[in-house]
């Protein structure tokens, strides 16, 4: 019996020939993401790291995104002690505010690549799966652990295969599928799985793969997958990374895998996540007309430029609806200045859009675009959960960038086919 | 004891709210936000020894530990639930929080029933009726059994 992407992976980094499910295993990861939680990481540990120093220079992976311009004395002195940690300790892999959200950074310099293995402290460190990597999110004290000790234990997920057959129809994206397959087998349905897309994925890009992958926690997923083929390979190839510099590891054959799912995407529509769990799932069609106050077009899921080319594409030209603050978070300042370039960054402050700086924004309610009581917010975020966005009285909507950029249009939810060429 | 039972999918933005992510880390800052956004009444009557009964998906979404440290804080003994979210779960071991994942168990609870835990045995009482639940393998025992994952660290450290 062969083994999986899962099995392999981490066979290869607890040096066995062979793992099963449910076996645990040790291994050492190529990377540790954490971001602004650093802080509190370090704090936990500071007379350990007197003592040992860090595992190595080269394991942390440091973005600072989360609440950047430090909107307080407290996250100020947070990222303050994050850089002199940096200093102290020769931290390699240091992004300071303004470069992105650390796993668009992840990506865009290189360091989750395909066949690694990273852990990270956030949850959608998931995300790496779009260029074939292994990836999953840890809790802070993990984090510290590692940072001391660059060894953690793993159990083998089971892994659930998914088809994707045909192709998805004009106005409906990469967001929609993801959305479609949480919708269907709910929140927990991935619950710690690993999970391999398999069947018509070259219509989709590493941006679109990224999507996918990102929300691959969403339901409950350790890790998500798409296999290195020609579009991973030229997208690497377009940030520098050349083909000696990574191993792509592939599923045997005849691997034994825990579910199969089948999804047919010409069947596929709009659909919008509504409040307050993701698997909340309707069609666009049955929510349309709903009242919006503001949308939110960018973040990790949906921040890069084919993102913000679609929704630029449907504002062009156009003024966003009077009752709508509508916000742009680029995932990265590479994807701000490329927007910019583009001539996108003019359509949308033409339409009287708002720009973020690169970072997670209002997306877990920490600043920069919270929400009142009373309001709804469409966004092209991973979550909607009740008081993500600072106000447990509001309500958020979850949905493509060309949903979104449509509604901003409108006021209303309202269907990107009705407005895109 | 006090059993606090809630539905599926409670998740870390309910059991401590993300504004606070970045304010608030230790134990004294986590205890008045827990469960603020689910059950305002949570922080203020909670007490040493009590249980949550949860649902589907218990702790699912971010991977902040909040919740976990707070729980620990405040002296729940254990959550029980149908099943849990695989952060929240790696969590709860870190911090040597007891969790229970018996489907069983979680739906067979009706008001006023009381839960007894058997942790080394596998076993959960609720009310009269008795369920086993797997018990986690040993090198994780070792971490929860070592006061949470730092603690274990920190002697491997030691005898290295």
Same mark, same amino acid.
């Given at each position: 019996?062969?083994?999986?992407?899962?099995?392999?992976?981490?066979?290869?980094?607890?040096?066995?020939?062979?793992?099963?499910?449910?076996?645990?295993?040790?291994?050492?990861?190529?990377?540790?993401?954490?971001?602004?939680?650093?802080?509190?990481?370090?704090?936990?540990?500071?007379?350990?790291? &007197?003592?040992?120093?860090?595992?190595?220079?080269?394991?942390?992976?440091?973005?600072?995104?989360?609440?950047?311009?430090?909107?307080?004395?407290?996250?100020?002195?947070?990222?303050?002690?994050?850089?002199?940690?940096?200093?102290?300790?020769? +931290?390699?892999?240091?992004?300071?505010?303004?470069?992105?959200?650390?796993?668009?950074?992840?990506?865009?310099?290189?360091?989750?690549?395909?066949?690694?293995?990273?852990?990270?402290?956030?949850?959608?460190?998931?995300?790496?799966?779009?260029?074939?990597?292994?990836?999953?999110?840890?809790?802070?004290?993990?984090?510290?652990?590692?940072?001391?000790?660059? &060894?953690?234990?793993?159990?083998?997920?089971?892994?659930?295969?998914?088809?994707?057959?045909?192709?998805?129809?004009?106005?409906?994206?990469?967001?929609?599928?993801?959305?479609?397959?949480?919708?269907?087998?709910?929140?927990?349905?991935?619950?710690?799985?690993?999970?391999?897309?398999?069947?018509?994925?070259?219509?989709?890009?590493?941006?679109?793969?990224?999507?996918?992958?990102?929300?691959?926690? &969403?339901?409950?997923?350790?890790?998500?997958?798409?296999?290195?083929?020609?579009?991973?390979?030229?997208?690497?190839?377009?940030?520098?990374?050349?083909?000696?510099?990574?191993?792509?590891?592939?599923?045997?054959?005849?691997?034994?895998?825990?579910?199969?799912?089948?999804?047919?995407?010409?069947?596929?529509?709009?659909?919008?996540?509504?409040?307050?769990?993701?698997?909340?799932?309707?069609?666009?069609?049955?929510?349309?007309?709903?009242?919006?106050?503001?949308?939110? +077009?960018?973040?990790?899921?949906?921040?890069?430029?084919?993102?913000?080319?679609?929704?630029?594409?449907?504002?062009?030209?156009?003024?966003?609806?009077?009752?709508?603050?509508?916000?742009?978070?680029?995932?990265?300042?590479?994807?701000?200045?490329?927007?910019?370039?583009?001539?996108?960054?003019?359509?949308?402050?033409?339409?009287?859009?708002? +720009?973020?700086?690169?970072?997670?924004?209002?997306?877990?309610?920490?600043?920069?675009?919270?929400?009142?009581?009373?309001?709804?917010?469409?966004?092209?975020?991973?979550?909607?959960?009740?008081?993500?966005?600072?106000?447990?009285?509001? &309500? +958020?909507?979850?949905?493509?960038?060309?949903?979104?950029?449509?509604?901003?249009?409108?006021?209303?939810?309202?269907?990107?086919?009705?407005?895109?060429? | 004891?006090?059993?606090?039972?809630?539905?599926?999918?409670?998740?870390?933005?309910?059991?401590?709210?993300?504004?606070?992510?970045?304010?608030?880390?230790?134990?004294?800052?986590?205890?008045?936000?827990?469960?603020?956004?689910?059950?305002?009444?949570?922080?203020?009557?909670?007490?040493?020894?009590?249980?949550?009964?949860?649902?589907?998906?218990?702790?699912?979404?971010?991977?902040?530990?909040?919740?976990?440290?707070?729980?620990?804080?405040?002296?729940?003994?254990?959550?029980?639930?149908?099943?849990?979210?695989?952060?929240?779960?790696?969590?709860?071991?870190?911090?040597?929080?007891?969790?229970?994942?018996?489907?069983?168990?979680?739906?067979?609870?009706?008001?006023?029933?009381?839960?007894?835990?058997?942790?080394?045995?596998?076993?959960?009482?609720?009310?009269?009726?008795?369920?086993?639940?797997?018990?986690?393998?040993?090198?994780?025992?070792?971490?929860?059994?070592?006061?949470?994952?730092?603690?274990?660290?920190?002697?491997?450290?030691?005898?290295?």
């Amino acid at each position: 019996m062969g083994m999986t992407f899962a099995e392999k992976i981490l066979a290869k980094y607890a040096n066995q020939k062979k793992v099963v499910p449910s076996q645990i295993v040790t291994v050492h990861p190529d990377h540790l993401l954490t971001h602004d939680n650093t802080a509190a990481i370090i704090s936990k540990i500071n007379p350990e790291l &007197e003592e040992y120093g860090v595992f190595s220079k080269k394991l942390p992976v440091i973005v600072l995104d989360h609440v950047i311009p430090a909107a307080s004395e407290k996250t100020a002195t947070n990222h303050k002690n994050i850089r002199e940690f940096v200093k102290r300790f020769g +931290i390699k892999n240091f992004f300071d505010i303004g470069v992105g959200v650390c796993h668009q950074v992840v990506v865009e310099k290189g360091l989750g690549l395909p066949g690694k293995l990273l852990l990270g402290s956030d949850s959608h460190t998931c995300s790496y799966g779009a260029v074939g990597a292994f990836s999953s999110g840890i809790d802070r004290t993990e984090a510290a652990s590692l940072m001391l000790t660059g &060894e953690t234990w793993l159990k083998v997920p089971n892994t659930i295969k998914i088809n994707l057959r045909g192709k998805l129809s004009r106005g409906v994206y990469a967001k929609d599928l993801i959305l479609h397959i949480i919708g269907d087998i709910s929140a927990s349905g991935a619950n710690y799985c690993s999970v391999e897309y398999y069947g018509d994925v070259k219509q989709f890009s590493v941006d679109d793969r990224f999507t996918v992958c990102n929300m691959g926690v &969403e339901m409950g997923a350790k890790n998500s997958v798409f296999f290195v083929d020609d579009i991973t390979r030229s997208y690497l190839k377009s940030i520098g990374i050349k083909h000696s510099d990574y191993d792509a590891v592939y599923p045997d054959k005849d691997a034994s895998y825990f579910k199969e799912l089948n999804y047919k995407l010409d069947d596929i529509v709009p659909v919008v996540a509504c409040p307050h769990t993701v698997d909340n799932v309707k069609t666009v069609t049955e929510m349309e007309g709903l009242d919006i106050q503001q949308c939110l +077009i960018g973040t990790c899921t949906n921040g890069r430029v084919s993102d913000l080319k679609i929704a630029a594409d449907i504002l062009k030209d156009k003024k966003v609806h009077p009752n709508v603050r509508l916000l742009i978070l680029p995932a990265s300042k590479t994807i701000y200045k490329d927007a910019l370039n583009e001539g996108l960054i003019d359509v949308f402050i033409d339409a009287d859009a708002v +720009i973020l700086p690169p970072g997670c924004g209002p997306c877990l309610g920490a600043h920069q675009g919270c929400l009142a009581p009373g309001e709804r917010c469409l966004s092209t975020a991973n979550r909607n959960f009740k008081g993500r966005m600072g106000c447990k009285d509001a &309500e +958020i909507y979850l949905a493509s960038p060309a949903t979104v950029a449509a509604t901003a249009l409108t006021g209303k939810i309202t269907d990107p086919r009705k407005v895109i060429n | 004891m006090r059993i606090w039972r809630y539905g599926d999918n409670v998740n870390t933005d309910q059991l401590f709210p993300g504004k606070y992510t970045y304010t608030c880390s230790t134990a004294e800052e986590i205890k008045p936000h827990l469960l603020e956004d689910l059950d305002p009444d949570f922080a203020k009557k909670v007490q040493q020894g009590d249980i949550i009964l949860g649902g589907k998906n218990f702790g699912c979404g971010s991977s902040r530990e909040q919740p976990v440290v707070g729980l620990k804080a405040v002296g729940i003994k254990a959550v029980v639930a149908e099943s849990f979210a695989r952060i929240f779960y790696r969590s709860a071991i870190n911090q040597g929080l007891i969790l229970i994942e018996c489907p069983e168990a979680a739906k067979s609870y009706s008001g006023g029933d009381e839960i007894n835990l058997y942790v080394d045995k596998g076993e959960i009482k609720v009310g009269d009726r008795v369920f086993a639940f797997p018990k986690l393998p040993e090198e994780i025992i070792a971490i929860r059994d070592a006061g949470g994952l730092l603690n274990y660290t920190r002697e491997r450290l030691k005898n290295r």
